[in-house]
């Protein structure tokens, strides 16, 4: 069991997929740890997965810290990633440093991971000079929600290449590895075999050197909405329900709890 870091997530491209969930809290975080997953990503997905936000926009760095802050607590051996929010980083080079860094310090997580490709460029790169690792994010960004009209696959027809030059513009700009969300199966192939850092896909296919899903999906959480490129491992929203329902009608009928359950 050794430490996920940098250059081991760098050395698995091309040797060992690189798996990635979301994790929001210390229990959740603390399961897939001794489970093995490689890397938790604090996404900024809290917002509307667990706060009960729209979408991503309204998500603070307090809030980030907060939640990854737990996350932390529960991980010894996975690479803990933390999401800058929507305006944490986009103002100005100084913004983003003063935001990635005190993210890193008061967190405990080991990276962050921003949006953006080609115009990203230089604040990425202003991070990764002082040592901040930086995981980027293109194709579907999340909080470019209000210019993109809705979650839509990116990367068709002449989206090709400004793809293609966000993918070459986050490496240049020393980024170690890459989100690719909702990119076209064959273009996730040729942007991962372009590259020498490791693409993490989502929505994105097979062929990407590792893949992430947010956990609320995987395990069924978020009711009925499932995205095409979910698998859905488990419906805990029925399991939940069902659970709930048998206590309430327990309770109601004095069957719960019983004299187990009791002190003498
Ligand atoms: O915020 C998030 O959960 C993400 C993943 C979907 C990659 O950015």
Known sequence: MSK?????????????????????????????????????????????????????????????????????????????????????????????????????????AEAVKLEGGVAMHDTIKALVDVDIPVCAHIGLTPQSIHRMGGYKVQGKGKDVERLIADARAVEAAGAFMVVLECVPRQLAREITEMLAIPTIGIGAGPDCDGQVLVIHDLLGLLGNFRPKFVKQYRNLTQDIGNAVKEYVSEVASGEFPDDSQSFH
Do not use: C, W
């Not at 081991?8 to 093995?36: F, N, Q, R, S, W």
């Not at 604090?42 to 009960?52: Q, T």
């Not at 996350?71 to 690479?79: I, L």
């Open 4 to 108: 996920v870091t940098v250059p081991v997530l760098k050395g698995m491209k091309g040797e060992k997929k690189i798996t990635m969930l979301t994790a929001y809290d210390h229990p959740t975080a603390k399961i897939m740890d001794d489970a093995g997953v490689d890397t938790i990503l604090v996404g900024d997905s809290v917002g509307p997965v667990v706060l009960g936000y729209p979408n991503t926009i309204p998500v603070t760095v307090d809030e980030m810290i907060h939640h990854t802050r737990a996350v932390v607590r529960g991980t010894k051996r996975a690479f803990v990633i933390i999401d800058m929010p929507f305006m944490s980083y986009q103002e100005s080079i100084e913004q983003a440093k003063r935001n990635a860094g005190r993210m890193l310090k008061e967190s405990g």
